[in-house]
């Protein structure tokens, strides 16, 4: 049996390797893998180079070209690097084909992205949803990562031992899939019931790119302990907390982040956690103002967000972190009257783009959070007097 990759150790060396194209700059790969080396630290490994090809288009048998792949080879040789992670998705046969060039453990994004989600999956359903997205994964790439059994010429004895064990490990996975689905659907429904439970109250999802700041968001919203923590994909688990403020009560939750590239496997796997978001009234979308990349971080979000249908949802833009925004954008010695007419001009900005749909906080500070309150129970009692409206109190 074919066993899924995983970065094993904590101490683990990694060579990080991203490809620019017409479609992709130079400047924009670069951005990517730091991204990518976040990931790489998420999952325990400690990232010593980076490389990047630039190539017109991905060469079909190695991603990279010879040469690239030779400097690589010869960077390698004699340190202690354990693995080679890819920004892109690889085919099986390239992965084969560079850990036989290289003679490294090869991954690529995807397989990080689920290494991280195994790591982080605590309850049974998160543990079953990154499972099966794991081995729908691994199915696609069997008979590539068999090509080192297969005879090399055809005729008699073409019908060896390797596409047997192709097949009896295509049907193990298959099953193992089948079995995977049915317990997930058993989940699912517990779910649900507990979803119907809840009454008739609003509700509302914190979502956004991961490590934006959402669980810690939620923490001071709802006055309780959510865990948070400086690290991608801290939460994999929907929380959801009954809040109170005044007399308007609502419910809260905080759901997965998402991110750049998200594997497909893992967005279908996640359909039923991300039925919070689909079934919740109002969407708070988190967004780090601080990050060079926000603006494409916010257009992975809203994409994500059509694909599970909870796109045309009532949603506020919740700008975080403003504190390390005015750190990295201003100078010391500029005078605060310049500053607040900046400020003004991007707020004035965000608020016509947004059609006044946007807030500009710090929740670690607890900037502006009391205008998030009033702001978010304002909007709460607007969808009251949508859902009920013939009742003449609203809370």
Known sequence: ????????????????????????????????????????????????????????????????????????????????????????????SQLVNIEKEIGIKTIDRSDLILDIF????????????????????????????????????????????GETEIETDRRIVNTKISLLRKRLEDIDKQATTQRKTRGELIR????????????????????????AENKLFATLD???????YGNTPFLLSDTVGFIRKLPHQLVESFKSTLDEVRESDILLHVVDIAHPQHEE???????TL????????????????????????????????VKQDLLEQMFTEWKHRTHHHAIFISALNGDHIEQLRDTLIEKVREQYKVRYPYKTVYF
């Open 306 to 337: 059509q694909e599970i249908g909870a796109g045309e949802k009532p949603t506020l833009l919740v700008f975080n972190k403003m504190d390390e925004y005015e750190k990295q954008t201003f100078d010391e010695w500029l005078s605060e009257n």
């Open 1 to 92: 049996m074919i066993e899924k990759k995983q970065i094993t150790n904590d101490e683990e060396r990694a060579i990080l390797v991203g490809l620019a194209t017409p479609e992709q700059t130079e400047r924009q790969v670069k951005e990517y893998l730091d991204e990518l080396k976040f990931l790489a630290l998420t999952a325990g490994a400690h990232t010593v180079k980076q490389f990047i090809q630039k190539l017109p288009h991905p060469d079909t048998r190695t991603f990279i070209g010879k040469g690239k792949l030779e400097e690589i080879k010869s960077y390698v040789m004699g340190k202690d690097i354990s693995v080679i992670i890819f920004d892109d998705d690889l085919s099986a």
């Open 204 to 227: 509302v999802a914190l979502v956004g790119y991961t490590n934006v700041g959402k669980s810690t968001l939620m923490r001071i919203l709802s006055k309780t302990d959510v865990f």
């Open 118 to 161: 195994a790591r982080r999956a605590q309850t049974a359903q998160a543990k079953t949803q990154v499972e099966l997205a794991q081995y729908q994964h691994l199915l696609p790439r069997l008979k590539g990562l068999w090509t080192h059994l297969e005879r090399q010429k055809g005729g008699i004895g073409l019908r060896g031992p």
């Open 297 to 303: 971080q916010i257009e992975v979000v809203s994409r």
């Open 238 to 244: 929907t929380t959801t907390r009954k809040v109170v």
